[in-house]
C-alpha cells in the first residue's frame, strides 16, 4: 500500500505542474488572439502524430535522457550535481577535437574512440567535487555549480584560440569526421544514438532497482549516518555516484556532438542547456530510468512543437519556454506530499479498526 500511495504521489505531483502550465499558458495564447486548443494541437501533431515529427522528438530526448540519469542517480543519494552541464560540455568538447583531429579511422572504432574520450573528460571533471566532499566534506552543490562557469570560460578560450577553425566565419571547433557521423534515418534526424541512450536508461534501471548499489544509493540517501554505521563506505560511494554522473554527462554530450552539433560552438548546449534541462528531466520523471524516458520525450515534443508553432499560427514559439518555466515553477510545490499520504493511510486503518 505505501508503495502503491508513493507511486501515485509521484505521478500527481509530475502531472499536475504540466496541466497548470499548459492551462497558464493556453490563457496566455488566447490573450494573443490565437485558439490555444488548435495551437497544442499542432504541437502534439508535430511531435507525436507525424513519423518525421516523432523521430525528430526522439532525437532531441536522447542527450536528455542521459543528462535526467547524471542528475538522478546522485540525487536519489542525497548528492547535488550540479556539474552536469559543465561535464557534458567537456566531454561533447573533447569527443569533438577526437573527430575533427583523428583521420583514417574504422567509423564504428572512430565513434568508439569519440565516446571513450567524452565519458573519460566527464568523468575526471566529475571526480574533483567528489574527492572535495568525500575527503573534505566540501559542499557538492556550490563547487560543482561554480565549475560549470569556469569549465565554460575554459572552453571559451579553446575554441577561441588553440582549437578554432579559422576556415569558420563564426567561433567554432573544426567540424568532425565522417566517420565519427551517425548516420540519420530516413528524413529525420534520428541516429544510433538514440538506441544507445536507450541501452544506457535499461543498464542504469538494473543499477539502480536491481543491483547492491542500487540498494546502497537508497539508503544513502535516506540515513547516511545510518548508512556508514551499517558498514557502507559513504565517502567511496559518494565518488563511484559522481563517477557515474560524470560518465552519463559525457556520454550525453560526445553522442550530441556525433548526431547533432559535429563541431563545438558557443552555443553547443543551447539555453538554457542540456545538463540543466537534465534536471528538469529528473524531476518530471521522479529520479526514477521510466519517468525519466517518458519526461524527456515529453520535453523534447516541446522543442519540436516549439519549431513548428508560429509557422502556422501567429503565437511566437517562446510560448513553449513560458510553459517549460512554469513547469519548474510548479515543480517546486509539492501538491500531495508524504505526510498527506501518511495521515490518509491512518485515517484508513482506524476507521477499519472501527468497523472490526
Request: aromatic share 10%.
Amino acid at each position: 500500500m505505501n508503495k502503491k500511495g508513493n507511486i501515485l504521489r509521484n505521478i500527481i505531483n509530475s502531472v499536475l505542474p504540466i496541466l497548470l502550465a499548459f492551462i497558464i499558458g493556453g490563457i496566455v495564447i488566447a490573450c494573443i488572439g490565437e485558439n490555444p486548443l488548435e495551437t497544442y494541437w499542432i504541437l502534439l501533431k508535430k511531435s507525436f502524430l507525424s513519423s518525421t515529427g516523432f523521430m525528430n522528438t526522439l532525437h532531441y530526448a536522447s542527450p536528455l535522457i542521459l543528462t535526467g540519469l547524471a542528475i538522478a542517480v546522485t540525487f536519489k543519494a542525497n548528492l547535488y550535481n550540479m556539474g552536469v552541464e559543465g561535464q557534458m560540455l567537456l566531454g561533447g568538447f573533447f569527443a569533438g577535437i577526437a573527430g575533427a583531429y583523428i583521420t583514417g579511422m574504422n567509423p564504428l572504432v572512430h565513434k568508439v574512440i569519440c565516446f571513450a574520450v567524452g565519458i573519460l573528460c566527464g568523468m575526471a571533471f566529475a571526480l574533483i567535487p567528489a574527492l572535495l566532499k568525500a575527503k573534505c566534506k566540501v559542499n557538492e552543490m556550490v563547487v560543482t555549480l561554480m565549475l560549470n562557469y569556469a569549465m565554460a570560460k575554459a572552453l571559451e578560450y579553446l575554441s577561441t584560440g588553440v582549437f578554432r577553425d579559422l576556415s569558420s566565419g563564426y567561433v567554432a571547433t573544426p567540424t568532425i569526421q565522417e566517420s565519427a557521423m551517425f548516420s540519420r534515418f530516413g528524413r529525420s534526424r534520428l541516429t544510433m544514438f538514440f538506441v544507445i541512450a536507450i541501452i544506457v536508461l535499461i543498464i542504469m534501471y538494473i543499477v539502480m532497482k536491481k543491483s547492491k548499489l542500487g540498494y546502497e544509493l537508497t539508503a544513502i540517501g535516506k540515513n547516511p549516518e545510518f548508512a556508514e554505521a551499517a558498514g557502507m563506505n559513504v565517502a567511496k560511494k559518494t565518488i563511484i555516484l559522481m563517477l557515474i554522473s560524470g560518465a552519463l554527462a559525457g556520454l550525453a554530450g560526445s553522442g550530441y556532438m556525433m548526431s547533432e552539433q559535429f563541431k563545438y560552438t558557443l552555443s553547443f548546449s543551447g539555453t538554457p542547456g542540456l545538463g540543466w534541462d537534465g534536471m528538469l528531466i529528473a524531476l518530471l520523471g521522479g529520479h526514477s530510468p521510466g519517468g525519466i524516458l517518458i519526461a524527456a520525450i515529453f520535453y523534447a515534443a516541446l522543442k519540436t512543437g516549439s519549431d513548428n508553432i508560429n509557422m502556422y499560427t501567429s503565437v511566437p514559439k517562446e510560448i513553449v519556454a513560458l510553459i517549460q518555466g512554469l513547469i519548474i515553477l510548479f515543480l517546486a510545490v509539492k501538491f500531495i506530499s508524504e505526510r498527506t499520504n501518511f495521515s490518509f493511510r491512518k485515517k484508513s486503518a482506524k476507521k477499519r479498526e472501527e468497523a472490526a
